[in-house]
């Protein structure tokens, strides 16, 4: 293993830089590499190690997404469809243990230590993983596993993705203005963007091979959860039973990943999530509002044209809807 962890520790050094660079929304700029946006450290790193040393199971169940659609909430119902002959739920996991601590973050996992390739290999199957990396980085292998894809109106990740980021900013630093955030993101500039680009990227694959990917839409988790939650079951392979349903399960699900119910407890609200030894955040700053739509209390009209502009001159002839 030990050389095979050389080549891609050297491949790094040599492809970092060879990258055009742009502003980060942090101190950290963002590099551009096969078309996306990536953190210099954790995320290209991720990539590269997902590419070299991850060997996909067709039984592996990946949650992809752009940070701020909906990934805190996903990894919460995504456990708590599979597991829900395990746990009783009155004394679930999920009340002591953040949704980001039920499976593993693949791009910050692997390229820990060397015995985080290891260990991922001993998971027993199906896996459960969660990743921010664009379809087309992942490695050709992993087509055969299964994805779960949320996707969200850009309108309101920029804004999530901007209270965040200033949440997380050094206090030595100023804040970010909205301008600024906005400039970016509309230039694609931001972790794993453009953010078009990606959602795009799995949108297509699930036109091809809608067994393969599920792809959802936060705005409709919001509307109609117990309708999406018995999709994401029946796609996970673990569909929800009759006896099930007149139990009330789904509806349990439902309120157990509720914003509501998860904002309220200890876990969330004091505890620090650890991603990888330079990726430390605050539980409580990933949740904020859960709602569809607050970005319009934060853009400007212009900007809000602007940016629907742009979505609808990506998304033109994709057959997606926002
Ligand atoms: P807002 O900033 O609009 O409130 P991610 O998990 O991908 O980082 O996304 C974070 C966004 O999802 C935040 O959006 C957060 O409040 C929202 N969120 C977190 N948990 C949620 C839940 N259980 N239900 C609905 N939205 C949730």
């Known amino acids: 293993l030990q050389p095979m962890i050389d080549r891609t520790c050297k491949r790094y050094r040599e492809t970092l830089p060879s990258l055009s660079v742009g502003k980060g929304w942090m101190t950290e700029h963002l590099v551009h590499y096969h078309g996306f946006w990536l953190t210099p450290k954790a995320a290209l790193k991720g990539v590269m190690w997902i590419q070299d040393h991850f060997k996909p199971r067709p039984t592996d169940i990946f949650l992809a997404t752009f940070p701020k659609t909906g990934t805190t909430w996903l990894k919460a119902l995504v456990f708590a469809i599979i597991n829900r002959t395990r746990y009783d739920f009155s004394d679930h996991p999920l009340l002591t243990t953040g949704p980001h601590d039920c499976f593993p973050f693949l791009d910050a996992y692997l390229y820990q230590n ?27 292998s992993s087509a055969g596993s299964r994805f779960v894809y949320i996707c969200r109106d850009p ?26 955030a906005f400039k970016l993101f509309c230039q694609g500039i931001s972790h794993y963007g453009p953010y078009w680009d990606h959602v795009l990227g799995y949108w297509k694959e699930s036109l091809k091979t809608p067994e393969k990917i ?109």
Request: glycine share 4%; charged share 30%.
């Open 155 to 180: 309108k309101d990740v920029l804004v999530s993705k901007w209270l965040f980021m200033n949440k997380l900013r050094p206090k030595e630093l100023p804040p970010l203005s909205l301008e600024e």
């Open 214 to 322: 599920l792809f959802l839409k936060y705005e409709e988790l919001k509307k109609e959860p117990l309708v999406v939650v018995k999709r994401l079951a029946e796609f996970l392979g673990h569909p929800i039973s009759m006896g099930e349903e007149s139990k009330g399960v789904v509806q349990e699900i439902v309120r157990l990943c509720s914003f509501e119910n998860l904002t309220n407890l200890e876990v969330n609200k004091r505890s620090l999530q650890k991603f990888s030894s330079d990726i430390i955040v605050d539980s409580r700053h990933f949740f904020r509002k859960g709602e569809v739509g607050d970005s319009k209390n934060y853009l400007t009209a212009e900007m809000i044209e602007r940016l629907d502009e742009i979505t609808v001159d990506k998304i033109y002839g994709s057959g997606l809807i926002f």
């Open 114 to 140: 060397d015995q985080s390739v290891s260990n991922l290999d001993a998971f027993p199957s199906p896996r459960l993983l969660s990743t921010h990396m664009p379809y087309t980085l992942l490695p050709d």
